[in-house]
């Protein structure tokens, strides 16, 4: 037998171990659901409506449940790794080929995969002081340092964010539109900016809520002249699979392949693939949720007015409105049943993030404000 020769003199405490950027890692405040609020409050879930997490309140589309109805079945099998149908449907919706679409966990997923493949310890990203949380907790995960750009008229700006890069910047992460603001800068003037950072650090465009909009950039171009630059996408959102955590990156192919390299092997699950792909090919049900979120838009925006509610006007499927003191609002229209998103720690401390829900549910929500206004006066 060997001698063992380690000597222990002191215990070694676990933060010694730990790596120091998960010392000092900030943890992600979700959207509560409404089981836990029920819980916490003594309420009856059912009573309850969440407009907290940019969720589709019209659900999932009846032929991807249908679809994941069926591949549950197959639930002993490992799903296909490669999301290969997945990725050769989108890469016929985006004119691009299969190798350069990488599916991930959602696309939260896809930003972490970003953080494995180019930040390091003393490396910088380049994002907004307002912008999607995620950003800055990844780039923070890897060690590197998150360097952030006040938006103006909460919209990101491009020039400053141009002028903060270093030699150090690997990343520039701008959301297209943004979340938590709602908004969105100009295409030309995207285009541009891309134009001018892409030779120097990766550009990472976050289209989360492209579907809602009445149009999208292309990209193609880029990708084919080989430019440095990521398209992320989702389908948790107008997509209404927000369960299953399936997202997608775009990107030339050789970017595709830096990614794929550090993901699980098998990262996207088979029920997902599945709802995703039906998803996709619903189109009617789609373009009804887009819709219908655009008559929501109008209704919140309207009732916002009504009761001399500043708000920003937003393309997203949800929308800023300032309420004084944001988390206390939180609070009380939660133990009247409505769960919204507090906003300080995106710096936004007399705001509430309001989701976009059904018409009844943006009723329901417009009368409680309007309520809770009538006893503060
Ligand atoms: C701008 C933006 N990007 C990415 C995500 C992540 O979405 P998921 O991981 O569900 O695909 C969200 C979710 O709210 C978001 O708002």
């Keep these: 037998m060997r001698d063992c020769r380690i000597v222990l003199v002191e215990e070694v405490k676990l933060t010694d171990l730990v790596a120091p950027s998960v010392l000092t890692q900030p943890v992600y405040q979700p959207g509560r659901p409404i089981d836990d609020v029920a819980r916490e409050l003594g309420l009856d879930p059912t009573g309850i409506i969440k407009l907290a997490s940019n969720e589709n309140p019209l659900g999932t589309s009846p032929k991807a449940l249908e679809a994941m109805r069926r591949a549950i079945e197959d639930s002993a099998l490992y799903p296909d790794g490669g999301s290969v149908k997945l990725r050769a449907r989108l890469g016929e919706r985006h004119g691009v080929e299969p190798s350069q679409i990488v599916v991930g966990n959602g696309s939260n997923e896809l930003l972490e995969l970003l953080g494995h493949v180019f930040l390091r310890p003393g490396d910088e990203a380049v994002m907004g002081t307002s912008a999607f949380i995620v950003y800055k907790l990844v780039t923070l995960l890897f060690g590197a340092t998150a360097v952030e750009v006040p938006l103006v008229n909460h919209l990101h700006d491009l020039d400053s964010m141009a002028a903060a890069i270093t030699e150090r910047t690997k990343m520039v992460f701008l959301p297209c539109p943004n979340n938590p603001t709602g908004t969105l800068n100009a295409a030309a003037e ?22 809602y909009l009445d149009e999208t950039s ?61 998803a996709l090919d619903d189109r009617e049900w789609v373009e009804r ?33 300032r309420v004084g003191e944001g988390a206390k609002v939180f609070r009380d229209l939660q133990k009247l049943g409505v769960i919204v998103r507090p906003v300080d720690v995106y710096g936004l401390p007399e705001w509430i993030r309001v989701t976009v829900g059904t018409e009844s549910q943006n009723g329901r929500l417009l009368t409680l404000l309007k309520d809770y206004q009538a006893a503060r006066n």
Aim: with cysteine; aromatic share 10%; hydrophobic share 50%.
């Design 289 to 321: 949720c887009r819709q219908e979120n655009k008559a929501g838009l109008l209704q919140l925006a309207a009732g916002f007015e009504d009761l001399n509610l500043e708000y920003v006007p937003s393309v997203g499927n949800f929308i800023l409105v």
């Design 218 to 278: 292309d990209w193609t171009d880029y990708f084919a002249k080989g430019r440095k630059i990521v398209v992320l996408r989702t389908f948790s959102k107008i997509f209404g699979l927000a369960a299953l955590r399936v997202g997608y990156a775009i990107a030339t192919e050789e970017m595709a392949g830096r990614l794929q390299r550090v993901r699980q092997p098998f990262n996207v699950n088979a029920i997902g693939q599945a709802g995703a792909l039906a």
């Design 190 to 211: 995207v285009r541009a900016w891309v134009e001018a950072l892409m030779e120097r650090v990766v550009v990472v465009l976050d289209e989360a809520y492209a579907e």
